[in-house]
């Protein structure tokens, strides 16, 4: 199992002041979204690829689903989940989504919140996905949006005063390896077209249900120049798909 990078102690602690970790689910700009795209939970078994911290987890348990596994490979992750969003009825495992081993037909849910994008493999994720899932059995994701991804650094350009003039958009159709910047960190990630998730979701027999460019929620945007810049390009893709 490769060391993730959220493993590393810098580099963590700066993750876990974000938003995002500090309010949860509430302090993330596309749940407003995510979670309209989310199905009916109770009674389901439900499965979170790259759970991180446990957020989804414990909405899933909180929306009355019977069972939730969680699964990361940051041991640093996993502990504070324990911790934080703790729950008899959640389990959390570390392993990589490459080397999770899933019951066939077992899942009636599987989610992903913003960990696609650090797999290099999208098709083995949407085999594996398919596979465990039962029938009619649901896939929700989000991951970084091609568009954010594509040239690789992950920033804007500036002019000479500092002032945000665009966002680079280059080696489009270039799928692979990225390395990018992310809380002053080299980060590795691999870009994939949107044709790439649409079209390998479908070739694994998936029904496309829902595909949504995210936006923050009105409230963050008030006051708050940062999150304004968010509408001058998409930074993340929701996708919803069926099992056949």
């Known amino acids: 199992m490769n060391t993730n990078k959220y493993d590393d102690e810098i580099f963590f602690d700066k993750y876990s002041k974000m938003a995002r970790s500090v309010y949860g689910l509430n302090g993330?700009?596309?749940w407003h979204m995510f979670k309209k795209m989310l199905p009916d939970l109770e009674d389901k078994k439900v499965l979170d690829l790259g759970c991180g911290l446990g957020w989804h987890c414990k909405y899933a348990i909180?929306?009355?689903?019977?069972?939730?596994?969680?699964?990361d490979s940051s041991e640093k992750m996993l502990n504070k989940a324990e911790k934080i969003n703790r729950d008899k009825t959640i389990k959390y495992v570390k392993t990589t989504i490459e080397e999770v081993e899933l019951k066939d037909r077992y899942f009636d849910v599987v989610i992903s919140s913003l960990a696609l994008h650090y797999i290099k493999d999208f098709n083995m994720v949407c085999k594996k996905v398919y596979a465990t899932l039962v029938d009619k059995g649901e896939f929700v994701f989000s991951a970084e949006h091609p568009i954010f991804t594509a040239e690789g650094k992950q920033d804007w350009y500036y002019d000479e005063l500092g002032n945000r003039l665009h966002w680079p958009v280059d080696n489009y159709f270039n799928e692979g390896k990225r390395i990018s910047n992310f809380l002053g960190e080299e980060v590795t990630k691999y870009h994939k077209t949107l044709t790439t998730y649409i079209n390998t979701l479908i070739k694994n027999g998936f029904e496309i249900v829902e595909v949504t460019e995210a936006q923050p929620a009105e409230e963050m945007l008030k006051d708050n120049k940062e999150m304004l810049d968010e509408l001058r390009r998409p930074m993340m893709i929701l996708i919803s798909a069926k099992k056949k």
């Not at 909180?62 to 699964?71: D, H, R, S, T």
């Open 62 to 71: 909180e929306n009355n689903a019977k069972e939730v596994l969680g699964i």
């Open 28 to 30: 993330a700009g596309e």
